[in-house]
């Protein structure tokens, strides 16, 4: 079983749709949850940052934690063709240091 | 400010031969990091540095992978007789470390994209 699990997609919406982008985890001591998000032939953009359970909010990018379903989540509203990408949540172990990622999924959206 | 700058941007070689990939992080980011970024695959964890310490090399794939870092600056990657299933794309981030092991985001550069014939 992989650390964490993500669907590659891709993911197809329409311009305006709300994106629900998610992984699943293994690892209950897991504790610092990111989202990356990558552009082809770019590296890997932070997107949002968080330690703790519950919804972090940063403009049209939600980011959901559940401990208890190791379950993370990233919402975008409003979605843009230049969201079109791939996200990548990556997961950390506190007081360690290797980002364990999934494999990332394809968003497309159109406009 | 400049972000993690990493170079070749491509590099394309010939199965056998040793090859040098380079990063410069973030100026004032103590710690840094490699991964490797196969076609459709997540990335994966090679190797960090963290100022003076001992890096973590536990990534690292095979012993024909090698990593240095001068100081709290340059890191270069160095893979010696280079196998097709070298072909990847190698990142480098960096972060800035308030020790005791608080954990502070990454920041990747655009990477290498290697080529093995």
């Known amino acids: 079983q992989k650390e964490v699990e993500q669907d590659p997609g891709p993911l197809s919406v329409p311009e305006g749709a709300i994106v629900s982008l998610n992984c699943t985890y293994s690892?209950?001591?897991?504790?610092?949850f990111m989202w990356y998000r990558q552009y082809s032939r770019k590296g890997p953009e932070l997107l949002m940052y968080?330690?703790?359970?519950g919804n972090k909010e940063d403009g049209r990018f939600t980011a959901q934690v559940d401990k208890s379903s190791k379950y993370i989540s990233l919402f975008i509203r409003d979605s843009q063709p230049s969201d079109s990408a791939t996200y990548l949540c990556?997961?950390?172990?506190?007081?360690?240091?290797?980002?364990?990622f999934g494999t990332g999924t394809r968003l497309l959206v159109s406009p | 400010g400049a972000g993690v700058s990493q170079s070749p941007s491509n590099k394309v070689t010939e199965k056998g031969k040793d090859v040098e990939l380079r990063c410069d992080p973030i100026s004032g980011h103590t710690a840094l990091y490699w991964y490797r970024q196969r076609l459709g695959q997540g990335l994966e964890f090679l190797i960090y540095f963290q100022g003076n310490s001992a890096p973590d090399k536990s990534g690292l794939p095979s012993d024909r992978f090698s990593a240095e870092r001068t100081g709290e600056s340059v890191s270069t990657l160095t893979i010696q007789r280079t196998q097709q299933e070298d072909s990847a794309v190698y990142l480098c981030a960096s972060s800035y470390s308030r020790g005791q092991g608080r954990n502070q985001p990454q920041h990747f550069g655009d990477g290498t994209r290697l080529s093995i014939l």
């Open positions: 990556a997961i950390l172990l506190s007081g360690f240091q290797k980002l364990v």
């Open positions: 968080t330690y703790s359970s």
């Open positions: 690892n209950s001591a897991f504790q610092y």
